[in-house]
C-alpha cells in the first residue's frame, strides 16, 4: 500500500517536473541566439588594432588650454603686485630704481632664480605656483622696468 503510494507519487513529480521542463525551455531560451551567424557567435569579446591598421595622425593631439603665456604685466597685477605694488614686507617697489638696482646688477638670471625658489618673505615663485619660468621673467621684466 505505502510502497504502490510512493511510486505514483515519484511518478507524478517527474511527469511535473518533464512537463515543467517542456513548458519553460519554449518561454526561456538559455543558449545562444538563432538570429546570429556561426562567426558572429564565435567571434572574439574584444579585437586587436595592430600597427597600421587605423591611422594615428586622424587622433589629433588635445589641444591644450593655457599654452599661450601671460604676458608680464599681467602675471604682475594679479600675483605680484599684493606685495611689490606698496613694498609689503621690504617687497622692491614696481618700478623702484634705489629697490631694484642692486638687484638688477646680479643679473635677471640670478632674479628668476631666487623668485622661484622664493627669499625672505618672498615665497616661492610668488605664490603663482602655475607661472612658468619664462612668465616670472616677464613678471620681473614688467617690475623693473
Ligand atoms: C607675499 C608677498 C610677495 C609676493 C606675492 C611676491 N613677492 Fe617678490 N618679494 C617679496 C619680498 C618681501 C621680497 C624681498 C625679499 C628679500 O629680499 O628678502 C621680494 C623680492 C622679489 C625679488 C627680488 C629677489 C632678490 O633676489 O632680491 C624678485 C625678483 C621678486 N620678488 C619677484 C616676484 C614676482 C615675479 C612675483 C609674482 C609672480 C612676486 N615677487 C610676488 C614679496 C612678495
Redesign the pocket.
Known amino acids: 500500500m505505502y510502497f504502490k503510494n510512493s511510486v505514483a507519487a515519484i511518478i507524478v513529480i517527474f511527469a511535473i517536473i518533464f512537463g515543467a521542463k517542456t513548458f519553460f525551455s519554449d518561454l526561456v531560451h538559455v543558449g545562444y541566439d538563432d538570429n546570429l551567424t556561426l562567426a558572429e557567435r564565435i567571434a572574439p569579446l574584444g579585437q586587436v588594432y595592430l600597427e597600421g591598421d587605423i591611422d594615428v595622425n586622424v587622433i589629433k593631439a588635445p589641444v591644450k588650454t593655457s599654452a599661450k603665456a601671460r604676458s608680464g604685466e599681467e602675471?604682475?597685477t594679479t600675483?605680484?603686485a599684493?606685495?611689490?605694488a606698496s613694498g609689503?614686507?621690504?617687497?622692491?617697489k614696481f618700478g623702484n630704481k634705489v629697490d631694484w638696482a642692486p638687484?638688477v646688477k646680479?643679473g635677471i638670471a640670478?632674479?628668476?632664480k631666487?623668485?622661484i625658489s622664493g627669499?625672505?618673505?618672498?615665497?616661492p615663485?610668488?605664490?603663482?605656483m602655475n607661472?612658468s619660468d619664462d612668465e616670472?621673467t616677464a613678471?620681473?621684466e614688467h617690475?623693473i622696468k
Open positions: 602675471i604682475y600675483v605680484c599684493s606685495c611689490h609689503v614686507l621690504g617687497a622692491p638687484r646680479r640670478d632674479l628668476v631666487v623668485a627669499i625672505g618673505a618672498m615665497p615663485k610668488g605664490t603663482c607661472c616670472l613678471a620681473i617690475m
